[in-house]
């Protein structure tokens, strides 16, 4: 399967050659086959199976961190705080100052930890593939941000929210002729695509930069068509793995800060009386 | 050409997009969202801040109470020093007090000692003055007797008559004494 969106994500991917003995990764990665109620709405194939089981270890984690809290806290505790002290000061605090920031804290936690979890899958031994890498998580996360951001716009300052995210004040009339089009396209079209876009697109890359390099890796190593000389290939793409591996950890944790980030920045403009 | 959102395979059998979302893979995104949403409003979050109030209420009340304890101590260590001037003053007092009642014992002791010095001088003062009287007497007497008998002896006659003689004796002595007077 070869298609235009692969080849431009990854120009050297090699094509996939039947009767060869190297398989290159194809975005059929992405559509395993059904394990359990297939052709129901409830479908779980591989990918949603290693989201919720990502979904049911952080609960587990976060259920078990935060249900004896102490006052003086002890070492896991201390972890437990200081990722939930992240989003609350760091993001919710910092972007929507303290009554705000609170007020959209569950929500915004809710994000990134849900983003952080499924995106890390992807690195994790047996999980190995984002939860977050299907269209549906970004999907959903995105349009929670849109309708959140439209909602407290709404919600703060009324019709006003419409009028100063079309019509930017201190702008000449005629101006509006073009810039509330502009305004129209960027805050309420691309906002929560570039929001979705992002997330998918990083995971999906991420993963199949991974499969490629392990696949190669395993392509040099054991594949009887090798040359003895050409075995030594398999360590270059071995040292490729590791440092993507490495590399999509930081993509993960970074990946759901932007989201949330971005999410609580749109709130803000969204709240606030003057751009 | 193919765009991002059009099914991307010429292989008709099954047309499938990274950017199609399947129903089911929409149904457990929204299930995880709530779920996870549900945990973090109800359990997790109202958890943590609990505990991040606890905690600030606790630094607050720590921070009271040591205020409180240097308030106290301020007042205690005030109380002391009044205390310890208190005491210091007393000292002082005691000590002036001793010194005075130092100053008059001994004032006393010599007024006393003076006293007793001037008695003991008067007394022997009166003592010399009664021996000298009876020196005096006596004298008076064996000069008398001493001078008559030298007298006879010289005169050849007994001076029988006493009252001559004493009269005669009486002049003398007043002569000398006038005369020791003169001397003086």
Known sequence: MENELLNAVLPLLPRAEDGGGFHAPTLDEFFPPAILFEGTPF?????????????????????????????????????????????????????????????????????????????????????????????????????????????????????????????????????YLLLTPIELLSTFILRPISLMLRLLMNMVVGHLLLVLCFAATDFFLFNASVDGGLRLFSVGTFAFGIFFTLFEILVAVLQAYIFTLLTAVYIQLAVAEEH | MFTLIAPMATEAAEEKSILLPAPYDIVWSSVVFFLLLAFFFFYALPRVRKVLDERSALIEGGIEKAEQAQAEAAVALDKYTQQLAEARAEAARIREQAREDGKKIIAEFREQAQAEAARISATAQAQIEAERQAAVTSLRAEVGSLAIDLASGVVGETLSDDARATALVDRFLADLEASEKAGK
């Not at chain 1, 989201?51 to 437990?80: C, E």
């Not at chain 1, 705000?100 to 804290?105: A, I, K, P, S």
């Open chain 1, 43 to 175: 479908e779980i194939n591989r990918i949603i199976m290693v989201r919720l089981i990502a979904v049911a270890l952080l609960i587990l984690l976060l259920w078990i961190g935060t249900r004896r809290m102490r006052v003086v806290p002890g070492r896991g505790q201390s972890v437990v705080e200081l990722l939930f002290g992240f989003v609350r000061t760091n993001i919710g605090e910092e972007i929507l100052g303290r009554k705000d920031g609170r007020r959209f804290l569950p929500l915004l936690t809710t994000i990134f930890f849900l983003v952080l979890v499924t995106n890390i899958t992807g690195v994790i031994p047996l999980l190995n593939i984002a939860g977050s890498s299907i269209i549906g998580l970004p999907l959903v996360l995105a349009l929670v941000a849109y309708v959140t951001f439209i909602y407290a716009g709404i919600k703060d300052r009324g019709g006003a929210f419409f009028k100063t995210a079309l019509f930017p004040p201190g702008v000449p009339k005629p101006l």
